[in-house]
């Protein structure tokens, strides 16, 4: 190999050519391969709002547990969190601390498709969505990162008019010929 030039090694000095960011991820490739996350990025911020959220229940921690506004905090944490459908109860901050990017993952619309039957796998439930068939509430959603609540669990449903849907209503008998001239 030929020497470097000079700006060539002013470029590498910082690069550690032994030591790839990308060395210690296994547990952030099962995690992107289970829940069919398609952009680093997502997992990344997932990651870091979950740092966020345990170093703010590490200082909450620190405080007195009759403080006011500990406990003002750690209410309105735990009612966020519980809303967002990311903690299964708002019991404590022991449950914040265990939070895990799964968590996060786990309320993304693919896998929220999957676990209503709307769809079998991640894969085509991402292509659904993709392609415009699912809805959330009165809005067509076309992002399988959008990040479904509790409260918006309830409508998911199909695009009114979606090939999909249409199939569906006439597999279980329920087509009616007047929802399709709409």
């Given amino acids: 190999m030929r020497q470097l030039k000079h700006h060539e090694k002013k470029l590498l ?25 398609q952009d680093r990025d997502d997992y990344k911020k997932y990651n870091k709002i979950c740092g966020m959220i345990t170093k703010l229940t590490n200082i909450l921690k620190h405080l007195d547990p ?20 990311v903690l299964p109860t708002k019991k404590s901050l022991v449950q914040c601390d265990k939070l895990a990017t799964a968590s996060f993952c786990r309320r993304r619309l693919a896998v929220v498709m999957v676990r209503l039957n709307m769809a079998e796998t991640l894969r085509e439930a ?17 992002d399988p990162a959008f990040h479904v ?16 849907k249409r199939k569906v209503l006439k597999y279980n008998d329920k087509l009616d010929d007047y929802d399709l001239l709409m």
Avoid: C
């Fill in 126 to 142: 991402a292509t659904f969505i993709e392609q415009g068939h699912v809805r959330v509430g009165p809005t067509t959603v076309t």
């Fill in 13 to 37: 000095k910082k690069v550690d050519f032994l030591r790839w960011k990308s060395d210690d991820n296994v547990r952030e490739l099962q995690v992107m391969r289970r829940y069919h996350i």
């Fill in 66 to 85: 009759k403080d006011t506004t500990r406990i003002e905090l750690t209410d309105q944490l735990l009612e966020k969190l519980y809303n967002m459908g």
């Fill in 149 to 164: 609540t509790r409260t918006m669990e309830d409508f998911v449903t199909w695009v009114d008019t979606s090939k999909v």
